[in-house]
């Protein structure tokens, strides 16, 4: 049975749900890797734990991210140690 993954389409930073990040059950947690891009291909964002998530800010200037649509990458590995690379967009709403 391949590990459930829920990945919310949008998030508000200072709202009711400030935190993005994926809710996956039956994964590797020594194996992960989850990226937020913007639109021009630029990290903004990068963590190897599965506790931690996005919360707006662009990690290399510490400043919160505009509205709109960023793109993500989640890569991890299920119960068997088979990769399993999820790709989409989140909308930050402010």
């Known amino acids: 049975l ?3 993954v829920f990945i919310p ?3 508000t930073p ?3 749900n400030p935190i993005f ?3 996956l ?3 590797d947690p ?4 989850f990226t937020i891009f913007d639109r021009w291909g630029q990290v903004i964002y990068r963590t190897n734990s599965p506790e931690e998530g ?3 800010k662009i990690t290399f200037s510490n400043k919160m991210a505009n509205t709109g649509t960023y793109l993500y990458m989640l890569t991890f590995k299920d119960g068997d140690g088979i990769e399993i690379i999820k790709r989409g967009h989140v909308t ?3």
Do not use: C, M, S, V
């Open 2 to 4: 391949p590990p459930l």
């Open 9 to 11: 389409n949008a998030f």
């Open 14 to 16: 200072e709202g009711l």
């Open 21 to 23: 990040r994926p809710i």
């Open 25 to 27: 059950n039956d994964f």
């Open 30 to 33: 020594t194996d992960y890797d």
């Open 54 to 56: 996005w919360n707006g």
């Open 92 to 94: 930050l709403l402010k």
